[in-house]
């Protein structure tokens, strides 16, 4: 007779110290992995209890697919990938690597939400071409009060110098002594626009994606721009 031996892991910590921890009501294996201290079994019936199946719908959502492409592909209902959507967002805390930069650049996009596009919804936002990352951005119309939250956002770092287009509302906001204008000065933001567009569905100039209410729409634009700066969900 042949013995065959599965070693179980723990689909959260990958650690090995998993021991047995009662039976499940539908009468399968229950494991208690001893490192984290969560509970787990070995195989879920349904898919939206898999942990691998949250990871790959995180993954798809930064990588322009939309909620029900995610929902087909991974077996999970939508409205349980939207709430796995605006959990990590919200889990998600964004903090500078430095203190002081050479320059930053501002630039903004539009997008929409509803099914209507006069519906506009303006993001501004902070690139720093030095550390590649995305340092604060604000939703609002395309209007002075939008840059100015934006500019209060950056207020507690030491920045030399503000970069952007000749747009009017610009203009007002930075000191004009650490003001550059032009496009020659934006043109790593530039392609960060360009990068947003290929990574978001939602914002894709010419798309049928898009979010019905605002909270999936920013959640989903702070998870790529998490994805930006640290490479991983």
């Known amino acids: 007779m042949c013995e065959i031996t599965i070693q179980v892991n723990c689909p959260y910590c990958h650690g090995v110290k998993v021991v047995k921890n009662g039976v499940k009501r539908t009468g399968r294996q229950n494991f208690l992995c001893r490192g984290c201290g969560k509970q787990f079994q070995f195989e879920y019936a349904k898919a939206g209890c898999r942990p691998q199946s949250r990871r790959l719908a995180l993954a798809m959502l930064v990588r322009n697919s939309g909620i029900r492409d ?12 939207l709430r796995w959507l605006n959990k990590q967002a919200e889990a998600c805390e964004f903090r500078p690597r430095r203190q002081s930069y050479a320059s930053v650049q501002i630039d903004e996009v539009w997008t929409f939400v509803g099914e209507r596009k006069r519906r506009k919804r303006w993001l501004f936002y902070a690139y720093a071409p030095e ?8 939703w609002g119309n395309r209007s002075q009060h939008t840059v100015s939250r934006l500019y209060r956002q950056l207020g507690q770092l030491k920045i030399d110098c503000f970069c952007t ?7 007002k906001v930075p000191p004009r002594e650490r003001h550059l204008v032009g496009k020659a000065f934006t043109r790593h933001i ?10 978001n569905r939602r914002i894709v100039r010419k798309t049928a994606c898009f979010s019905k209410k605002e909270r999936n729409h920013y959640n989903a634009m702070k998870l790529v721009f998490y994805y930006r700066n640290h490479h991983t969900l």
Do not use: C, M
């Open 70 to 81: 995610i929902a087909t592909v991974t077996g999970v209902h939508r409205q349980t990938v």
């Open 131 to 138: 550390t590649g990352e995305v340092l604060a951005w604000s």
């Open 190 to 199: 530039e392609g960060v626009n360009l990068w947003l567009r290929t990574r």
């Open 165 to 171: 287009d000749d747009w009017p509302a610009f203009t």
